[in-house]
């Protein structure tokens, strides 16, 4: 079962559910098989309107693997989704937003006395806090 707090989602792909999952790694995948040199530049490209029958196959290959699945692009490219391509499409546009949304941004992004619900210590960083985890669930 796929766990939306943590960017996941199910979706039935030749009538078997999938848990999809767009972790860092599967980013990283996704920058180097599409020639891009940083994240930015990833989340630039998707946030366009327009992406190519090729992204989404990419893009469905790897979340299927950061999700458990062992596939290939080919393979994960030949699966039918019920609805159909439409349906595919909306479900990895989902994905996308689920992982780019600006909300899990700005708790991550921000210095440990910033994160709402974290106590601080005036302009210092928070009691007991690792700096490079705060924010992270």
Do not use: W, Y
């Amino acid at each position: 079962m796929a766990n939306r707090r943590r960017g996941e989602i199910s979706l039935i792909l030749d009538d078997q559910p999938f848990k999809l999952c767009l972790t860092l790694g599967a980013l990283a995948e996704l920058e180097d098989s599409m020639g891009l040199d940083d994240i930015s530049a990833l989340a630039e490209r998707f946030s366009g309107g327009r992406v190519r029958s090729g992204d989404l196959i990419k893009i469905l290959g790897a979340a299927l693997r950061a999700g458990g699945a062992n596939i290939s692009d080919l393979e994960a490219g030949s699966m039918r989704c019920k609805g159909g391509a439409p349906a595919l499409t909306r479900a990895l546009v989902e994905l996308l937003k689920e992982t780019f949304s600006p909300e899990l941004e700005d708790s991550v992004l921000q210095p440990p006395h910033k994160v709402k619900g974290m106590p601080s210590n005036e302009g210092g960083r928070a009691k007991g806090t690792n700096p490079g985890k705060a924010g992270l669930v």
